[in-house]
Nanobody
Framework: QVQLVESGGGLVQAGGSLRLSCVASGSSIRPMGWHRQAPGKQRELVAKITSGGRSDYADSVKGRFTISRDNAKNTVYLQMNSLKPEDTGVYYC?????????WGQGTQVTVSS
């Protein structure tokens, strides 16, 4: 059974950077990515990456966020630069299994103005 463990969230000032990590254990190499949910808003896709490394981003984070992966460690990363207060939310790692997606527990990212 796939388990995801996220880390790297925290509090940062606007313009700062954070790097999120998500380790997938008990799994094969599959597409992974990150969603986020801001207070009072629906969860939205932030970035995703295929097993081969092809990535896709939400328009709101293009040019600021970079998703990458280390298949040897079955880990996906989200490097977040030039953070804005509107990036605040809970960030959830997901793993696209054959039948359904598996989700991490979420990590809080707070960007102060």
């Amino acid at each position: 059974q796939v388990q995801l463990v996220e880390s790297g969230g925290g509090l940062v000032q606007a313009g700062g950077s954070l790097r999120l990590s998500c380790v997938a254990s008990g799994s094969s190499i599959r597409p992974m990515g990150w969603h986020r949910q801001a207070p009072g808003k629906q969860r939205e896709l932030v970035a995703k990456i295929t097993s081969g490394g092809r990535s896709d981003y939400a328009d709101s984070v293009k040019g600021r966020f970079t998703i990458s992966r280390d298949n040897a460690k079955n880990t996906v990363y989200l490097q977040m630069n030039s953070l804005k207060p509107e990036d605040t939310g809970v960030y959830y790692c997901f793993y696209s299994a054959y039948i359904s997606d598996v989700w991490g527990q979420g990590t809080q990212v707070t960007v102060s103005s």
